[in-house]
């Protein structure tokens, strides 16, 4: 089965060229719908995934980690119990549910590291959206409603947690072009320019 996989930084509208690839190829498209069934699996909410995906883990998540694998009777209980979905275990799964997806059907895949779960395949076409960073602030601004300082802080923090997470899972380098067959500039190119791009470069090489 061929397989998109789009990474993109916050404020490239990376989800938005994913979504048009999917409809563009017909192929199934795997965003929200992954967290969803990632959650499932793991018998948690949607929002309980996504407040934990493409980020890493704070230091007292790890310590709590650490705690209940050596000392589980030193995990505080009640209300303040610690719940077991550390970020090993979204990942383990999230890796999971992408192989069988990809070996269904033709898919899209948006970020989650599936540019490294998948970097093997020759059937597999990975996508990096990026944008210079006055262009993702003033998409994010948009996007959140917020003034253009706290979308630069926003657009800052979200792309270095998923620069981190990629490095702490794969330890590959997210922004790294040897990842990647495309890197597209959504901003000079457009988000329906780089639509274009990519399903060209979909029928042509899968």
Same mark, same amino acid.
């Given at each position: *089965?061929? &397989? $998109?996989?789009?990474?993109? *930084?916050?404020? @490239?509208g990376g989800s938005e060229v994913a979504a048009g690839i999917a409809r563009e190829l017909g192929w199934d498209l795997l965003?929200?719908?992954?967290? #969803? %069934? &990632?959650?499932?699996?793991l018998? $948690? @909410? +949607? %929002?309980? $995934?996504e407040a934990r995906e493409e980020r890493l883990p704070s230091l007292a998540e790890r310590l709590a980690a650490a705690l209940s694998l050596t000392a589980p009777e030193m995990l505080i209980t009640g209300e +303040?119990? &610690?719940? #077991?979905?550390?970020? %090993?275990? &979204?990942v383990a799964v999230t890796q999971r549910v992408v192989e069988e997806a990809a070996a269904r059907d033709h898919v899209v895949l948006v970020g989650r590291g599936a540019q490294c779960m998948l970097a093997s395949r020759s059937d597999a076409l990975h996508v990096f959206c990026y944008a210079p960073p006055a262009a993702l602030t003033a998409r994010a601004a948009a996007r959140l409603g917020v003034p253009q300082a706290e979308a630069a802080r926003a657009v800052e923090q979200t792309n270095r947690d998923r620069e981190q997470y990629v490095k702490r899972h794969w330890n590959r380098a997210w922004r790294g072009i040897e990842n990647y067959h495309l890197c597209c500039n959504t901003d000079w190119l457009g988000i329906e320019g780089t639509i274009r791009l990519v399903v060209e470069a979909a029928r042509t090489r899968l």
């Open positions: *089965m061929a &397989i $998109v996989t789009v990474s993109r *930084m916050y404020g @490239s965003d929200n719908a992954l967290v #969803d %069934e &990632i959650a499932d699996r018998g $948690v @909410s +949607h %929002e309980d $995934v +303040h119990q &610690i719940a #077991d979905l550390t970020e %090993e275990r &979204i």
